[in-house]
């Protein structure tokens, strides 16, 4: 069975930009999170989606956002980006709803914004 | 608020020494659950353990085990013969009632052969 995928593994951009991040969960999963990673802050969550609804969300400005579409692939977007927002960004996937389930992670998107 | 604390930053031990983790944990909820996860060096978060907050069994998978206390808001993490391969980034993690999971700054385990 493949695993959680993230693309592109690695991205650089530039302040002002805007991103997209992509996950495919592993096959049958329907919950998909992601979560945030740096050195200053840590591992920090960020939203969960379940069968194309966000079900939670961390504390994070507007900029960040989500969405899942009908085949559990979901996407983040990072809007005007700071250089604050460089970091790994993580996607997990579970079965069910719920952060409190096992989740699988993917290998990450390293973000850099210049 | 909860608050995940992982005092130990990094330990360095020789291969086969036990070497144990600690974690302490804050939260005003009566149901939540813990988590342990490894960070190898290519990224991706290994989940290895689950506990909700009304199982204070300890748990032996191999040469891991946990110690949930309650009277002491811990979860600590002890690995037995410690190898090369458990060289990583460890991760404890809580998640209560607002469902959204606080993790620990994680500890470094550094194990040299």
């Known amino acids: 069975k493949a695993g959680v995928t993230q693309t592109p593994r690695y991205l650089i951009k530039t302040r002002g930009q805007q991103v997209t991040l992509s996950c495919s969960p592993i096959s049958g999963h329907r919950s998909v999170s992601w979560y945030q990673q740096t050195p200053g802050q840590g591992l920090q969550f960020l939203f969960e989606?379940?069968?194309?609804?966000?079900?939670n969300k961390g504390n994070f400005p507007g900029r960040f956002s989500g969405r899942q579409f009908s085949n559990s692939r979901s996407e983040m977007n990072v809007s005007t980006l700071e250089l604050g927002d460089s970091a790994l960004y993580l996607c997990?996937?579970?079965?069910?709803?719920?952060?409190?389930?096992?989740?699988?992670f993917g290998p990450g998107t390293r973000l850099t914004v210049l | 608020a909860q608050k995940v604390t992982q005092a130990q930053t990094e330990i360095s031990v020789v291969e086969k020494e036990d070497v144990t983790l600690d974690c302490v944990y804050e939260t005003r909820d009566t149901t939540y659950y813990l988590f342990w996860y490894k960070q190898p060096p290519s990224g991706e978060l290994v989940f290895l353990i689950r506990r909700n907050s009304f199982d204070e069994q300890n748990e032996i998978s191999g040469r891991y085990s946990w110690n949930f206390q309650k009277s002491t808001s811990s979860f600590n993490f002890t690995i037995t013969a410690s190898q090369v391969v458990d060289s990583a980034v460890y991760f404890c993690?809580?998640?209560?009632?607002?469902?959204?999971?606080?993790f620990g700054r994680g500890t470094s385990l550094i194990v040299h052969p």
């Open positions: 997990a996937s579970s079965l069910s709803a719920g952060v409190r389930n096992e989740q699988f």
């Open positions: 993690a809580l998640s209560g009632g607002s469902y959204i999971p606080t």
């Open positions: 989606y379940f069968s194309e609804t966000q079900r």
